[in-house]
């Protein structure tokens, strides 16, 4: 299993980033994909999830109503669309998965796979 980020970058306030997760080494239906940030000092959170069969979504109350995961099954790719950036939204940002569908999906502790990360900065 391999998760590959991409399409971070630093950006002003109020602008926007969209996050890749490109996935291989496993069939994309069904499993459970999430986006996960860790700001300096801070713990990591979960920002945004789905079940990839199906398309449920799940969102941090934080970033509900500005930020966006999709998917397209023929790249095997997860999109974290973000909008309306915050400087509190600067963070490394790591997406994971986990077969089957996660009973908590912004939970970091039920994933088991993970990509190495692609930082964000909002200034």
């Known amino acids: 299993v391999q998760l590959v980020e991409s399409g971070g970058g630093s950006v002003q306030a109020g602008g926007s980033l969209r996050l890749s997760c490109a996935t291989s080494?496993?069939?994309?239906?069904?499993?459970?994909v999430g986006w996960f940030r860790q700001a300096p000092g801070k713990e990591r959170e979960g920002v945004a999830a789905?079940?990839?069969?199906?398309?449920?979504?799940s969102y941090a109350t934080s970033v509900k109503g500005r930020f966006a995961i999709s998917q397209v099954n023929s790249k095997s790719t997860v999109y974290l669309q973000m909008n309306l950036l915050k400087p509190e939204d600067t963070a490394m940002y790591y997406c994971?998965?986990?077969?089957?569908?996660?009973?908590?999906?912004?939970?970091?502790?039920?994933?088991?796979?993970w990509g190495q990360g692609t930082q964000v900065t909002v200034s």
């Open positions: 994971a998965c986990r077969s089957g569908y996660v009973s908590r999906p912004l939970s970091e502790t039920d994933y088991n796979y």
């Open positions: 789905l079940y990839t069969t199906g398309r449920l979504t």
């Open positions: 080494g496993f069939p994309f239906g069904g499993y459970s």
